[in-house]
């Protein structure tokens, strides 16, 4: 049997493809490139385009055509409903969930929080980082920034922005060269990553036995009961994957979960933030949405 992996076309990607495909052992694979709506739109930020989607759809239709057998998606990029006839059939052991801040020798200050010079341009085109940031630093200005993740690191280098903010799993992953710049690890209980941050999802057609048979084994339980916490939150939220949102959960010493959230207004004026501990995933989520939506923060989206 012949797996064909689906996957988009940027280094980050195309190494998360290679590296399933590793897992997956003896079985033959062949990785299969797809351009997606994202990939293909560079001139927008996120909330400007419409639908949900905006890295997978493609891929998704691709699985259900029958043109790849399993899609390998940043779970964090994946809407929270599959499309009928499709499931994430396993989540692999997560990395680093999250953020660092890449900062340009010129605009070091470590007497600031954030170690950024008054004024400091900071490049990110996620609503959750602008809103983290404007509530850290009011003083910052935040401009758009779209593209890989070397196409982000060259526009710092060349000047164009004092500080970047990226995600610490695709350093990690691509073994970014980022000596020459300054490096800021954004705490999670302060700075909260994306729902998913750092998780694979593999998802594959819902009858294709074979297929389900062969990934089962790369799921990793911890990380998906946390996920799954993190992705009910966001789904009673909308459920898309580019709104001022953050959420993460950690497994407790007695296997319970503990879930943070923060749902933050993008010019950084007001935020709403909480946590949960639950044993069960949906209802952690279920819970963490509720108290942010007593308090007000649908007002926020």
């Not at 809103?131 to 280098?157: F, K, S």
């Amino acid at each position: 049997m012949k797996i064909r992996i689906g996957t988009r076309g940027s280094e980050l990607a195309m190494w998360q493809a290679r590296f399933v495909a590793g897992l997956l052992g003896t079985h033959r694979t062949e990785i299969i490139v797809i351009k997606t709506q994202g990939d293909a739109i560079q001139n927008l930020s996120f909330d400007k385009m419409e639908g949900k989607g905006f890295f997978t759809r493609e891929i998704e239709q691709a699985l259900l055509d029958k043109t790849i057998d399993l899609a390998v998606h940043s779970l964090k990029d994946l809407p929270t409903e599959n499309p009928p006839g499709l499931i994430i059939a396993a989540v692999p052991e997560r990395e680093d969930p999250s953020d660092r801040l890449l900062v340009s020798p010129g605009a070091w200050d470590k007497r600031k929080d954030l170690c950024m010079r008054e004024g400091a341009v900071v490049g990110t085109s996620s609503m959750r980082r602008m809103a983290q940031l404007r509530l850290m630093r009011r003083d910052l200005i935040i401009e758009p920034l779209r593209g890989n993740v070397n196409t982000r690191v060259r526009r710092l280098r060349e000047g164009r922005f004092d500080a970047i903010v990226m995600a610490a799993a695709a350093i990690r992953r691509i073994d970014l060269a980022v000596d020459d710049l300054m490096c800021v690890q954004l705490e999670t209980d302060v700075f909260i990553p994306a729902p998913a941050q750092g998780a694979l999802g593999l998802q594959v057609r819902e009858g294709d036995a074979e297929t389900l048979r062969a990934v089962a084994p790369l799921n990793h339980p911890g990380t998906e009961r946390a996920v799954s916490a993190e992705r009910a939150f966001l789904r009673l939220f909308g459920g898309g994957c580019h709104i001022p949102l953050g959420a993460l959960a950690e497994i407790e010493a007695g296997g319970a979960l503990l879930l943070r959230g923060i749902v933050a207004a993008t010019d950084g004026s007001s935020a709403f933030r909480d946590e949960v501990i639950d044993t069960d995933p949906e209802k952690a989520g279920a819970r963490l949405a509720r108290l942010l939506q007593e308090q007000g923060a649908d007002r926020l989206l």
